[in-house]
């Protein structure tokens, strides 16, 4: 009799710890878990306007290919032209979720949904990086992650700007590419 009378008190101690710490982690605030993007130190003219929240945040990591072309209405003059980029799409965590590629700029998942956009805005960034940007999504290809995506904004950024070396007539048709680092935000409609 004794034994019994000491395991019920042990085994209702153990249930009420349990339901006190399912109870805890389920109250827990979104102070514990990890920070939410805020745009509010980005340029105005780039911010995603209200009505739309953060869906992904992602890291792309990889190259973009200029080419030396002949400047628009210039006859003789040269520059270096953004070709496209090849970068992957990382997780916080570094785990690749997706490929950012182009032309055209697409956003693909691993899921294998994708899009296009259509730029809207873009803002200085710093002299060694690409600009801040605002895309507005086109509908996505297939479901999944990208479905539902309503603005990208790339921020973060480092690198990217186009190559330093000469574009003179005589390199016309040569192509660099650069190495960049960007933050990719998705934002869907709430």
Request: proline share 8%; charged share 10%; with cysteine.
């Amino acid at each position: 009799m004794s034994f019994i009378t000491s395991v019920r008190p042990a085994a209702a101690l153990g249930v009420v710890a349990a339901a006190a710490l399912l109870t805890a982690c389920g109250t827990m605030s979104n102070s514990t878990m990890a920070p939410t993007f805020s745009q509010a130190s980005l340029p105005p003219t780039i911010q995603v306007p209200a009505g739309n929240r953060v869906a992904l945040e992602t890291v792309g990591v990889g190259d973009i290919t200029y080419e030396c072309r002949d400047k628009a209405n210039m006859p003789g003059q040269t520059e270096w032209v953004f070709v496209g980029p090849n970068a992957v799409l990382n997780d916080r965590n570094g785990k690749q979720i997706g490929k950012y590629y182009g032309p055209p700029a697409t956003w693909e998942s691993m899921d294998g949904s994708k899009l296009t956009a259509t730029q809207l805005a873009v803002a200085p960034s710093g002299p060694t990086s690409l600009p801040y940007q605002l895309v507005k999504a086109n509908p996505a290809m297939g479901m999944g992650a990208m479905t539902g995506v309503t603005y990208i904004q790339r921020v973060a950024l480092t690198g990217g700007v186009a190559p330093s070396a000469p574009c003179t007539p005589m390199t016309k048709g040569q192509k660099q590419v650069v190495k960049y680092q960007a933050d990719y935000i998705f934002w869907k409609a709430v």
